[in-house]
Each structure stands twice: as C-alpha cells, then as structure tokens.
C-alpha cells in the first residue's frame, strides 16, 4: 500500500502540483533504471547511491519543475535536507528514493519545498486506491507534458499502480523521463531487477522523441515485501505492457508532435539489425518532418536505414506506410500517392513497416514527428 | 584547364540552372570519397565502379533536381545513355565521373538531359577560368542551397577550382553534399587519396545540419596529369582550408539555419573523445533550439556532452559561449545572461568551447541551428 501527498511548493512561478511524496507503511523490495548520461543531477546521484547499498526504503520523493542539476553542492545538500525531514514526518530511519524533473543548472529552491514540509505529518497523506489518486500523482510530475500519465492494473490476484512524466528529451535509453510503479505482487531484488530491466528495454528504451538523453532519467519499481506471491513470467508480461502503454503516451504527448511512428523492421538477419535501423529510422529528422507534412517520402526512410551501415541491400526491401505497398525489391510500386497521404492525415499512429528480406527477424520502435511547435517549445523554453 | 557547361534540363519544374559537365581535354589523375549509406543512388554506384577500377575519366556529369537514386533500373540505364551520349560528343573512349542530387525515389527524366546534348559540341564549351565561370557551376547544382559555394585559389605555383552543394541532410560523413576540385598542380593517384581523405576528414565531415546522411554524397578531386609539381604538404594545407571554408558555407546555408556553432572541446584525454563529444553537441535538437532561441542553456550542452557515455567528469569541465564563462568545474559562474544573450544575437557564428579538464587534446565542429524554417522546407519539401 502506497500513501500519497501531493503539494504546490512553487518551485517554477506556477499554480500546479509540483511535489509528489510516495510512503510505503509496509516494508518494499525495489528495483531501479537510471540515466546513462555521464551527467546525472543530485537526485539521480544520491538515488544510485541507495540502490547500490540497497538500503531499505520508506518513501519517494518527486518534484517538478526544477532538475536540483549541475548546481553545485548546494544541490545535493537540498536532497539531504529534504531527507532529513521526511524521516522526521514519518518517524522512520530508512531513507528513500529521490526523482526531480525540470530545468537544469538553477539553483534548487529548497525553501520552497522545506515550507511545504514544515506543517506535514501523516495525517495529510491519502490511500493511493484510485485512478484519480493516480491522475493527481501524475500530474505533480509534469514539466512540458500536455496530460498526465498512468495506468493502473488490477486482476484476481495483485495490482500495479504506475505513474510516468515526459514529454520532450526522450530517446533510446530513456532520456528524460521519471516513472514510478507500485505493486503489492512480491518479489526479491533480483527478481524486480530481471523484470524491471527486460520491461524498460521493450518500453522507454524503444521510443524517442528527440534523440537527447537526459541528466534526471528514472524507473523504480516498489513492490510489498510481504505480498500476494505471482507467477513472475506473468508479472513481467503485465508489467512491460503497462510501461510500453506509458511510452506510448510519452511520445503522444511529445514536446509539438502530431503524430506517432509505430516502426517495425522486420526479415531481419537478427533483432540487432532490426532494432538499429528502427532507431535510426524513429531519430531521422527528415523522416520526422515528412510524417509531420504527411508526405509519404518513403526514400528518406529507406536513406536512413541505409545510412546505418549494415549492409542492408534495397533489392530485398519492401516497404509499408500503413495498409500501403510503396516500395518492392528496389523498385517503386504504382501506389496511389493521395490515399497514403490521406491515410497519413486521418491516423493519430503512422504505422511503417520495412522488410529487409534477409531473415526473419523483427523490432519495434515509436517515435514522434518533428513539428513548428517542438521548436517553439525548445527555443523558448527558459523565457 | 577544365572546359565547362551549364544548361537548363528543366529537371524540375524551375527555371534554373540543372545540369553541369565538366570536360578535361588533357590527362587527369583523381581521388573521390563517397557516401557510405548502404543505400546508393546510381550516379555513386556508377561513380565507384569507375574509381575501384581507375579507369580513366575525360569528363564529369552532374545535375541538380533528382537524385537518380531508388527508381529502379531506369535509373541506371539513363546515366549508361549520358554517358554514351557524352563520349560521342567529345570523342573520346574514356568514360567519367557522374553526381546527382535532388529528390529521391522519382523517376530520372533522363529526356530532358538528352534533349539538353542532343545539339551540343565542344564549341559549346567554356574555359573554367574566373569566379564568375565557378559561380555559374556551382548554380547549376544547387538544390535547396540559397547561394552558391565556390571557392578559388592561386599562387605563384598553382590553382585551385572548386565547387560544393548542400544545404540540409549533412551530417558527419558528408551526408548530401557535392564537391568537385580541379586543379593543376600534379599528383599520382596515391597522393591524391591521401590529401583527399585527409582534407575531407577536417572538413565535410565535421559539420552538421540535420544528422542525416545522404544516399548521394561526393567529392571529387581531379589533377592535371602533366601539371605543375608542388610540394603535397603545402598543397594538403591549401586543399583542406578550401574545403573547410565551403563546407561552412554549407552550415551556413543549412536549410533554415540563423547561426553556425563552432564548437571547440579541449582539455581531452585524446581527439577522438573530444570529437565525439563535439559531434553530439553539434547534432543535439535540444542545444540545437536553444541556439536558434539565443537561449545561453549551458546545462542542455553539458548533458549533451554527458550523453556520449565517455565517462567525463563535470567537476573538471569549464564552458564558455563566446568569451563568457557560464560554468567551471561543477559549479555555474556568476554571468550575465542578457550580455551573453546580446552576444548570441549579435553573432553569425556562436563560439563554444567545452574544456574537459583531462588533457591536452583538442578537436572543433561547426554545426546549423534548428528553425521552424527547417520544419518547413523538409516537411513540404516534395508538395
């Protein structure tokens, strides 16, 4: 069971939730994803740190707006601070989990979160129980994400809460995104770490949305130490399928896209091939701008996946926009070029599907388009 | 001495000029570089059988508005036809070099060009001699580029001719672009593969527009056989400044480009970390943005920097744009923002210089900001 409070400490000039707290009364196992970048923020630094120790963990804490990022040890002291204080509101020594989100290299406004703290105690935390308690703990997470994120998973046997941020900086090896699940299923350290690291890679690490890899990046599942026992193939199978829903929505809600690319490479010697030219296609700003234009420019898709390197050879390709045949064994077919764009036009997800015809292998990717607005949103960003 | 040609094949629906031949009278040795995208349009399929084999070239044949790349074998037969149609016009047995660029996966109007030589003869002709003449060559390949690249060089020993095109889909790797080199300083074959590779290296593929890599990319270096003997390290000198002041003029005219960044990273262990960081840099949507927003987001280029999993260490690293210090060894300096924005603003080209503090190693790139003119040329680049 998770107990949740969710504040307004203004730590951007705005009027919206911008801190999330997670309590777990009952002990957790957990398991955690970080960031790759060499660059990691104050959260991420100390978060690795418990991890690594495995210390036991009572809490999470979260904020929005402000990545506590390259601001010098002012940063890290604020997250101890914070630490500190939380044990005291729950009485507790453990220590717990730190994610912050937002601009990077602006001192943290520790005040504004230790004012929020300062009146806390456990009485003003509620029962995380409903898809509203989600919604809200979603939305605290929020920086330049349109709408909040989560799926909440409920069968026979156990639960699984999940909330997820991110909108603009994402990429292959999930550059910035912050999501955080919960389940009362049980299982060791081990086990959540297997499970947690095979659903991230079919999930966050096969969608992009700019190609930039954040300094803030995180996934930690929690689960009830003494919970419901669950057969583990099945959890992971439930598990990858709600972060995979939650990537989804991240590229939906990609910094200006219109549009998502569902990309699968298939006929593949093997899953690398595939995933690569995938990548590269999903990363390729000029593909990016055709699907923008709905313009079925399917030459800059087999470019990109030719400029791979592997070896690929256009003869044996075929190609696909949606139900559409635009490219055979190295010949143009007789397409209709209006109903592809219309097709392109209606459908919120551009379904391509390139045939290497040398194997019989297949990968998948999502990616956003690349519109006026990213450019808006990312020119402006700090002004 | 090159004797040149430039006509209107109307390739595309413009007015302009779109075919370019360039006829060598005497002997020439040469050295090319192509793309390496495993998909190639037909001119570089053509271009490298000729190479591999040294055959030898009286001529080269380029055009602008189609890339005669993914058509099919139409494609190839219609440069089989040039080809035959130019032997006859200069009769001659040796065959020559073939560059194309435009539009991919469309029919090559192979008419038009031959409508184009069907009456032309030597007299035809010009010599390549001054600016105007190199101008005039460089029009007639240009695609989306807004002004034409050439460059001339002359000292008391010898000459260099040289033209380029390109204005997006160039990243490192020389991703679309065309260059062709005359002079008549003399070189073997094995030399002029040196000094090519070399210059190109330092030149065409340290820049960045978009991070794409064309199907159709060239350069091209011809040396007149019986020429003038030079020194190959002044000449290695010459050639690569030539290249480089062209492939800044492509940054330059990066399609929707306002600024040109020149980034430096210094203080390396070695160049190739310090290359790599530079490329990222360079090619990061986010720094990108923020660029053309002359936004001084530090923190987006050090997490870029960051994101290359070199292991660098931020504690060590100092970052200047222009002559400011925004950041040194872990911490923010105390800058002026609106003096470093004023300086972004003011400034064509934005210097920024990355010090990572563990070594002596140095390397620089140049690489285009992101506009919505970007968005705009590519995604209605076909309509």
Redesign the interface.
Known sequence: MVKYFVGKAKIKNWDKEDVLIWYFPEKVNYSCVFT?????AHPIIFSKEVYKNYKPVSFLFANSGN?N?????EGYKAILNIEKKLKDIFKIKETGLFAQTG???EDFPEKNVLEVLKNLSLKNFKDLKTKEDLKLCARAIMTTDSFEKYEYYKDSEFEIYAIAKGA??IAPNM?TMLCFVYTNASFSKDELDVVLSYAVEKSFNRISV??????NDCVFLFSKENGIKVDISKFKKVLTNILKSLAIKIVKDGEGATKVMHIIVKGAKNRERALKIAKRIG????VK??I??C?P????I?????????????NNCTLLIGPYLL?SK???TKYDEEKVRKYMEKNEIIDIVLDLGEGNSYEEFWASD???D???I??????
């Open positions: 790759l970048n060499d660059v990691k990545a990022c390259l601001n010098g040890k601009v990077i290299g603009g900086m550059a700019d190609g930039d890899m954040s300094t990363n390729s700003l000029l701008t055709a923008f234009g313009d420019n399917w030459g800059r087999l470019a990109a996946a030719g400029s791979v390197k592997l070896g690929i050879n256009v490219f190295g010949e143009k690349l519109s006026y990213y450019i808006k990312n020119a402006e960003y700090r002004t």
